[in-house]
Structure formats: C-alpha cells, structure tokens
C-alpha cells in the first residue's frame, strides 16, 4: 500500500506539472492565459507561493483518490464492467474530466460567494476548454503512472505469494 501512495503522489506531481504547463503555454495556440495558481493565490488572497502549494497539493490529492478508490475499483469489477475500458488512456481520460468537473463546481461555489473570477476582457469558452484539456492531461499522466505502478507492486506481491506458498 505505501507504494501505491508514493507512486501516486510522484504522479500527481508529474501530471500536475504538465497540466500546469499545458495550459502556461496556451497562449501560444492563440488561447488566452490560464493559470490555476494565479487565480487560486488571487482568490484566497495569498501569496502566489502558496497558490502554487495548493494547486500542486491539490493534484496529488486527486491522484491518490484515483490510486485509491479508481484502481481499488478495479480489482473488484475487473470481470466484469471495468475490464470493458481496457485502455489506460481512456481510464485517464476518464478521470481528467471528473477532476474538470470537480474543479467547475467549485469555482461555480467560489463565484458564488466572492463573484466572477473570469479575467476581464476574456470569454469563459476558452478558459473552459483550456481547463478541460489540462485535466484530460493530468488525468492520463495519472492512469498512465498509477497502473504502471499498481502492476509492479501487483507482479511483486504475486511473485511474493508463490514463494511463500514454497
């Protein structure tokens, strides 16, 4: 188990960085700056160090949710439902859209409670569809490290349970 929560919090770091970048380096496709520790050092009136300390802390935080409850899941159904999305990819896609989804609603709260959050002059679409392919990203990155990880330490505990059985 504690390997499966060190490799999915090296994992929410990895797919926390390249979302981060992914979206960092969108105003190179035309789109307009996106940056989630800004906005999140904006909106808790902090400094932008943290921001970045909650944004990242936040990933890893979903990363082991999915190391957790995803894979977990997993096992249990793998003859059955699950095993019908064979691909990694798809697993993380998966996820990423549930993390966007998680993320919308509680900047739908935030704007709520303290108003609109949205850079003057931008549309929402963009930064919509930006956030979405961010969290698509974080989300393979995360599918991709964690059952890579989750199969060794599978392998490991298989090889380990033949030997004992010796």
């Known amino acids: 188990m504690r390997q499966v929560i060190k490799h999915a919090f090296i994992g929410g770091i990895a797919g926390t960085a390249f979302m981060t970048l992914a979206m960092l380096l969108a105003p190179l496709a035309g789109l307009p700056h996106a940056s989630p520790p800004i906005m999140l050092a904006k909106v808790m009136n902090v400094p932008l160090l943290v921001g970045w300390l909650i944004h990242f802390g936040m990933g890893v935080i979903f990363a082991l949710a999915y190391a957790l409850l995803f894979l977990k899941l997993e096992v249990k159904l793998s003859e059955r439902i699950y095993k019908e999305i064979s691909s990694r990819y798809l697993k993380g896609i998966i996820f990423g859209v549930i993390v966007f989804a998680c993320a919308q609603a509680v900047t739908l709260?935030?704007?709520?409670?303290?108003?609109?959050?949205t850079p003057s002059g931008v549309h929402r679409l963009p930064l919509l569809l930006i956030s979405l392919v961010g969290h698509i990203i974080f989300g393979i990155i995360v599918a991709l490290f964690a059952k890579e990880r989750l199969q060794k330490a599978s392998t490991f505990r298989n090889t380990s349970v033949h030997l004992h059985k010796s």
Do not use: A, K, Q
């Not at 709260?109 to 959050?117: C, H, K, N, R, W």
């Open 109 to 117: 709260i935030l704007e709520t409670l303290i108003g609109d959050m």
